[in-house]
């Protein structure tokens, strides 16, 4: 966790910030900088609902390449490879809601119920955390699409069908 800064720290630096800013200088973030960055728990569902999209907008051959890779943690991946803008937004939003699933649950912020929630695309996150069997992800990935589809409106329902009836070379 990030050290716990005073609000007079916190107006300082941003008012640093705007300095720079002012003086036509580029702010960027430390890469190696840990940020803490409170998150709604509601906030989380908007952002698995942004992975749904982006992964029923891909076929399912693809996507479930692109689960591989991240369930091997990239050792197939060369460096010379081509960019894949899929590979890298399914690892960066998988990964946000696995942080905030995680440290949900180490700050207490988690409940246990016997109601029913909709669960699969964490089921997804969760089977590429682990080793799971390719079969049991491409199963996993089919529940999460259904489950996609069924709340979504019929012109997206359409559109999510014509991309699943497209083969990878013709996307």
Request: net charge negative; with cysteine; charged share 30%.
């Amino acid at each position: 966790m990030a050290e716990k800064l005073t609000k007079a720290q916190r107006q300082k630096n941003l008012a640093k910030a705007k300095e720079h800013i002012k003086n036509n200088k580029v702010v960027t973030v430390d890469r190696d900088a840990i940020i803490d960055i409170p998150v709604l728990g509601s906030f989380r569902d908007y952002i698995q609902e942004t992975l749904n999209y982006i992964l029923s907008s891909h076929n399912q051959k693809d996507v479930i390449n692109v689960l591989a890779h991240i369930q091997n943690n990239f050792q197939d991946i060369k460096e010379d490879d081509p960019y894949d803008p899929l590979l890298t937004s399914t690892w960066c939003l998988m990964t946000l809601i696995h942080e905030i699933n995680h440290q949900a649950a180490e700050q207490g912020k988690t409940f246990a119920t016997e109601e029913k929630f909709d669960e699969s695309m964490s089921n997804l996150i969760n089977s590429v955390d682990q080793d799971s069997d390719p079969e049991v992800v491409k199963e996993l990935f089919k529940t999460a699409l259904k489950t996609y589809k069924d709340k979504v409106p019929d012109d997206i329902k359409s559109k999510v069908d014509e991309i699943e009836k497209k083969t990878s070379n013709e996307d």
